[in-house]
Every structure is written in structure tokens, then in C-alpha cells.
């Protein structure tokens, strides 16, 4: 089953076309890789699907609601992690969850419950009653992660969620996305560590606005003849007329 | 969902260093300390002195100007020319030439000319000075005339009082327009810049996807200053019924109504603020450009009667200057709210103005 169908999704700011007439869809469970080097419009398309931004043209679904119109019920069946840092610092720990929480209707008992299980996980029960700014930037870039699925939702949108963060705490939120989407949930995620690419399911490359490329990481090095992603992306972005890399 | 916005609102609102303390220490500055310190009352008047009579009538006048406590001697000048330099010179503030044959043309002629010249780079000081000056002459004056006329002490009776007190009035005045500056602060700039500061970190991206609507996060944004505002609303008023014995002749549930519709209307100045800043930078800078205006506009220190036309027509702009009127009435007049009712409808018009534009050019998505 499709959770997420774009056709012909466009948007342009003035006279610049940031996205440019893509298609594409997303099956449930998937973990879905949306690369592109900065300033190829793998945000703004982003935030099309996540009812941030107004498409200027085409259409879509998401989760099985219409872009152009849905977007409050999008926004309630979503996850959303963005590229900068967005949980509350000068609440603590468990008041961010809470506050999250209690922003997607989850029950309080419940909610308490779920906080607990959850530090418990992550290791951080020690850390409940502290500020999130006395964390550092890996935790935190956890909890943003585990506050993103904490209501469950259907799908979570990631944008460039490892971003400064060191390789051993990066591969640890992988296998924490990887458990997500054992759990059913699946994983829109953008990125441009173009190892992390490895660990999708699926890759789409966007280079000016378009997806110049869309298959299994495995598929993609055998259609360009690469040894790995890193050199797919290389030959695709070499294209790009705006610079790109 | 408010629920939840509204206690992290109020949690981050307490954890913060200086807000609560600010909120505390704001009205008791305002009401305590402002007054003392804006106050257009004139001290010390600085006075060069030429007197080309020489004779009792002008040594009494002169004595009868330095026994006043307003004016200070500071310059006994043979001629205009050295008073005149010593206004140069900033050691006087203002000129008094008694004429010569002063004495001898009251006697004859029962009037005579004397010539007040003030520096006037202190409109308010050179303006208030001179019209002192100009009172303790004119006393003078009905004292001589009695005395030519010798009719006894007793048709020299009252006579209008041009000395009114002018600290004590002058508070009276001032401390319930500064009560609404409060207000303003709390009410109006706080909510804006905190909303700002949401744009600023990217926290509010986070909320603008998730299903918190666009009423319920306005809210949770203005619930606890409005909260927080009529605290110190209370607090201005106990300060002011401490320091100055000010307590409201009329009534204060009057004050109470006409605080929440100006806090409305003034938070919704403040979410259009919020609304097109994107740094806190714009939005403090736009906030005080447009708070001063308001200000300058509202009668607060200047009233509104004594601006030329085209700013007394401009003044209706200013949502402050219904509320500063309505406390000033309220306070010191005992106005009903029968008798308020043109602020009233301004006040209702400005809030509905201004939230009706916040919740237009609000946009969860662009």
C-alpha cells in the first residue's frame, strides 16, 4: 500500500522553480532516502508533503489525505523531525515529551507510562528532570527523534536528522529508524552522508528541482556502474547546472 | 492541547532568568521612580539680573524673585550684553532687565516695561521659567498698586493662585499613564518577541506541523502575559496607592474592563509584529518604532490639545491614548463608564482591527 503518492509536484518562489514536476511514491514500511545535494529541493519538497509549504502545482497524498487540502489531518497522522534542533531547551526532558504528547491527544497516563519506557531505552532515565540544553547534541538528536514517533504516527519525515553529529551516535539513530520502521512506521528521510543512502530501502537523487534518480541503493550502483553511492551521486550531481556539490 | 501549550508557556516563563523578576521590579519603577525623574516641574532656575533703576522698588522686585525658590541669582550684569553672555555661557538660564526710571514711570505713569529673555534650547525650561517669572512680577505688580492706592491689608486679599503645586499634580497625572506603559510592555511586546523568538530557534516549525491550530497556539502565546499583565496592573496600583495615597476616585472594575479590551487590541498590534519579523531584531526595532509613535501620539506627556492639527488627527492611531485617558479620567475624575464611551468604541474598534489583521496575515503555510 502506497502512504505517500506525488504527481507532478511543483513550486516555485518567484521565477526560481525550487521543485520541479516530481512524481514519485512511497510504500508502507519503507525507508525512503531523499538526497540531494543543498539547495536541490529536497526540503521544500519536504515540506509540501508536510503541509509546511503550499505546492504551486500537482498534487499528491499523504497518508492518505490530499496535500492541497488535507493538511491538518496530514499534519495529525505525521512525524516531523526538522534539521534544526526544535525541542523545547529550557524544558526539561519529560515536559518536551509531555508537551508533545499531549499536542497529538495521547492520554496522560499513557504518556507517563510511554516517558518511562522510553528513557528507559535510551538510557536516559538518569536524565528526566534535566534541561534538554544541558544535553549533548547526539541526545538530544535522539530524543527529537523518539518525540517525532512518540504518538505513533504512520509516517515520520526526517530532515537531515544526523546532521553534526559524530559516526557513533549517527549509526545509533540509524538502528533507532530502523527500529521504527520495524514497528510499521515508515521513514521519509533526508540526508546528504551519502553512507546513510546505504541503509535505505529506497533512494531517490534530486538535482535541480527533479529526481534525476530513483531505485534500491543495490540497483542504482549496478545501473551506474558505481562502487557506491557516494559515486552515483557524484555522476548525478555533476550534471546539476546549479553546481551542485 | 491549550492545556499543554499553556503550561509550557508558563514553565518557560518562570525558568527564565529575568522575566519574572522584570515583571516585578517594571511596575514599581514605573510608579515609584518615573514620576520623580519625567517631571516637567522647574527648579533652579538659573537668573542674570540687569537692573538699570537701581532704586527700593527694583531691589524689592528682585528680592521678591530670589526669595521664590524657583530662581537662583546667578548673575548681577551691569549691562544686556553680559547677561547675555553669561546665558552663552550656560551659567544663566534666563534674563530680567528692569528698566531704568522703573520706579519713577510706575509712580507716574502707573506702567512700566521689564524684559524677560530666556534660553530657550529647554523649550520647557526657558518657556515655564519665564511664565514664572512673569507670575511673580505680575504679584508684584497688584502689590505695588495696593500700596499706591494705600488701601490696607485687607482688600489685599487672594488673588488666583498661579502657583499650583506642580510635583504633586504632576504625579497625579502621570502615574496612571505610566500604569498603561506597563501594560503595553507586558501585554504587547512580550508575547511578540516570544513568538519571534519561537521563529528564531525553529521550534515553531516544529509546532506548525503538528495539529496545534492557529487559534489554539495564539493563545497559548497571549493567555499568561494577559495573565501576568493584570498582576502588575495590581501592583501599580497598590504602588501608587503606597507611595503617592493615589487610589482610584472612580470605579475600578471600570479600570479592570477598559485594561482588557486595550490589552486585546495591544496584543494584537503585537502578534502583527510577530507576524512579519522573522529575527528578533526586526521585531524589537519595528515594536519601538511603533510604540514611540503611539506614545508620542497619546497625551502621555504632552496633551493632546496643545499638537497641531494634523497630529491631534493622527493621535486617533494611538490605541494607548484611549486607555490613558480612560485612566486618567477614571483615577483622578471618577468617570463612569457612561461618560467613556468614545474610548470605549475605539478601544473595541483598535482590537478588532489589529486581531483581524493578526489572524489574516498568520500563516501556517506560505
Known amino acids: 500500500m502506497k502512504v505517500i503518492e506525488v504527481e507532478n509536484l511543483t513550486k516555485r518562489f518567484g521565477i526560481f522553480t525550487a521543485v520541479d514536476n516530481i512524481s514519485f511514491s512511497v510504500e508502507r514500511g519503507e525507508i525512503f532516502g531523499f538526497l540531494g545535494a543543498n539547495g536541490a529541493g529536497k526540503t521544500t519538497a519536504m515540506k509540501m508533503l508536510c503541509g509546511l509549504l503550499r505546492p504551486s502545482a500537482g498534487k499528491g497524498s499523504v497518508a492518505g489525505f490530499d496535500i492541497n487540502r488535507d493538511s491538518d489531518k496530514i499534519k495529525a497522522a505525521i ?69 517525532s514517533i512518540f504518538h505513533r504516527p504512520g509516517i515520520v519525515f526526517l530532515d537531515e536528522p544526523t546532521g553534526g553529529v559524530d559516526p557513533v551516535t549517527r549509526r545509533q539513530f540509524w538502528e533507532m529508524i530502523y527500529k521504527a520502521s520495524e514497528s510499521g ?20 537523487i534530486m538535482v535541480d528541482g527533479r529526481i534525476a534518480a530513483l531505485d534500491s541503493p543495490a540497483l542504482l550502483k549496478k545501473e551506474y556502474g558505481a562502487e557506491s553511492m557516494d559515486d552515483v551521486f557524484r555522476r548525478l550531481a555533476r550534471k546539476s547546472v546549479n553546481g551542485g556539490l | 492541547m491549550l492545556k499543554y501549550l499553556l503550561e509550557k508557556e508558563f514553565k518557560q516563563f518562570f525558568r527564565n532568568k529575568a522575566l519574572p523578576k522584570m515583571a516585578v521590579i517594571m511596575p514599581f519603577m514605573a510608579i515609584l521612580i518615573f514620576p520623580l525623574v519625567a517631571n516637567f516641574e522647574i527648579k533652579n532656575i538659573s537668573l542674570a539680573v540687569v537692573d538699570n533703576d537701581k532704586s527700593s522698588t527694583s531691589r524689592e522686585l528682585i528680592q521678591k524673585v530670589a526669595a521664590g525658590g524657583y530662581f537662583s541669582i546667578s548673575e548681577v550684569a551691569s549691562t544686556y550684553t553680559h547677561a547675555l553672555r553669561s546665558v552663552e555661557l550656560d551659567k544663566s538660564d534666563i534674563i530680567m532687565e ?94 511578540a518577541l516570544n513568538i519571534v523568538g519561537e521563529k528564531e530557534s525553529g521550534t515553531i516549525e516544529q509546532i506548525n506541523v503538528t495539529p496545534v491550530t492557529r487559534l489554539s497556539f495564539i493563545l497559548s502565546k497571549l493567555l499568561p502575559y494577559w495573565i501576568i499583565g493584570f498582576v502588575v496592573l495590581t501592583i501599580s496600583f497598590f504602588a501608587a496607592w503606597i507611595a503617592y495615597g493615589l487610589t482610584p476616585a472612580g470605579n475600578l472594575g471600570t479600570i479592570y474592563l477598559f ?25 524589537m526595532f519595528m515594536m519601538f518604532f511603533f510604540v514611540l509613535t503611539f506614545i508620542f501620539m497619546s497625551g502621555l506627556y504632552t496633551p493632546v490639545a496643545n499638537m497641531p492639527r494634523w497630529a491631534q488627527n493622527l493621535s486617533i492611531i494611538s490605541p494607548l491614548k484611549y486607555i490613558i485617558i480612560v485612566l486618567r479620567q477614571v483615577y483622578l475624575k471618577g468617570s463612569t463608564f457612561t461618560e467613556l464611551l468614545t474610548p470605549f468604541w475605539m478601544l473595541t474598534a483598535f482590537a478588532i482591527f489589529f486581531n483581524g489583521w493578526a489572524v489574516l496575515s498568520y500563516r501556517k503555510k506560505s
Open chain 2, 259 to 283: 485594561a482588557a479590551l486595550f490589552v486585546l487590541a495591544f496584543s494584537g498590534f503585537g502578534l502583527v509584529i510577530s507576524n512579519y519579523a522573522t529575527t528578533l531584531q526586526q521585531a
Open chain 2, 98 to 191: 528692569i528698566p531704568a526710571h522703573l520706579e519713577r514711570d510706575l509712580q507716574r505713569e502707573g506702567s512700566s516695561e521689564i524684559l524677560i529673555s530666556a534660553n530657550a534650547v529647554s523649550a520647557t525650561k526657558g518657556g515655564l521659567g519665564s511664565a514664572y517669572l512673569a507670575g511673580i512680577i505680575g504679584d508684584f505688580n497688584k502689590e505695588i498698586n495696593g500700596n499706591i492706592s494705600t488701601v490696607v491689608a485687607d482688600s489685599f486679599t487672594i488673588t488666583p493662585r498661579f502657583w499650583y503645586n506642580p510635583r504633586l499634580l504632576y504625579t497625579y497625572f502621570m502615574v496612571p499613564a505610566l500604569m498603561v506603559m506597563v501594560l503595553a510592555m507586558v501585554c504587547g511586546f512580550l508575547p
Open chain 1, 185 to 204: 512506521i515508515t521513514v521519509f528521510v533526508t540526508t546528504h552522508y551519502m553512507d546513510e543512502a546505504e541503509y535505505c530501502n529506497r533512494v531517490s
Open chain 1, 79 to 147: 512525524g516531523y523531525m526538522s534539521q534544526k534542533f526544535a525541542l523545547y531547551e529550557d524544558l526539561k526532558v519529560w515536559e518536551n515529551i509531555r508537551l508533545y504528547a499531549g499536542i497529538y491527544g495521547v492520554p496522560e497516563r499513557e504518556a507517563a507510562r510511554r516517558t518511562d519506557a522510553l528513557l528507559e531505552e535510551l538510557g536516559l532515565s538518569h536524565e528526566k528532570e534535566s534541561l534538554v540544553k544541558s544535553l549533548p547534541l547526539g541526545w538530544r538528536q535522539k530524543l527529537a527523534f523518539s518525540v
